[in-house]
């Protein structure tokens, strides 16, 4: 089992930047890919970033490409989401996730073999 702890949200203003941190538990950080998931009210959870277990490699949603950044520090076994520029469309519950790092691939797609519970960014306009 992985163990996956969110923080960092909150409430900020449009063009603001923010840090999100996942911090990760229970089973060897560097053998699993990592990324960022968001669900607004009324909508369906979708993919935002993602690296991989080296972090040699970065994939974004359309969206975000350009405004956010993920990073990740395998001696600390933490996962981070560097925000800029941010819009009211961003507001959503963000949750980091965790798939084995052979898979990577399919993280963009929404597969992931862990989740933690979210932490809520509100952007106001």
């Known amino acids: 089992q992985v163990q996956l702890v969110e923080s960092g949200g909150g409430l900020v203003q449009a063009g603001d930047s923010l840090r999100l941190s996942c911090v990760a538990s229970?089973?060897?950080?560097?053998?699993?890919?990592m990324g960022w998931f968001r669900q607004a009210p009324g909508k369906e959870r979708e993919f935002v970033a993602a690296i991989t277990w080296n972090g040699g490699s970065r994939n974004y949603a359309g969206s975000v490409k350009g405004r956010f950044a993920i990073f990740r520090d395998n001696v600390q076994s933490m996962v981070y989401l560097h925000m800029n520029n941010l819009k009211p469309e961003d507001t959503a519950v963000y949750s980091c996730?965790?798939?084995?790092?052979?898979?990577?691939?399919?993280?963009?797609?929404?597969?992931?073999?862990?989740w933690g519970q979210g932490t809520q960014v509100t952007v106001s306009s």
């Open positions: 229970g089973r060897t950080f560097s053998d699993y890919a």
């Open positions: 996730a965790a798939v084995y790092r052979d898979d990577y691939e399919l993280i963009s797609a929404g597969r992931a073999d862990y």
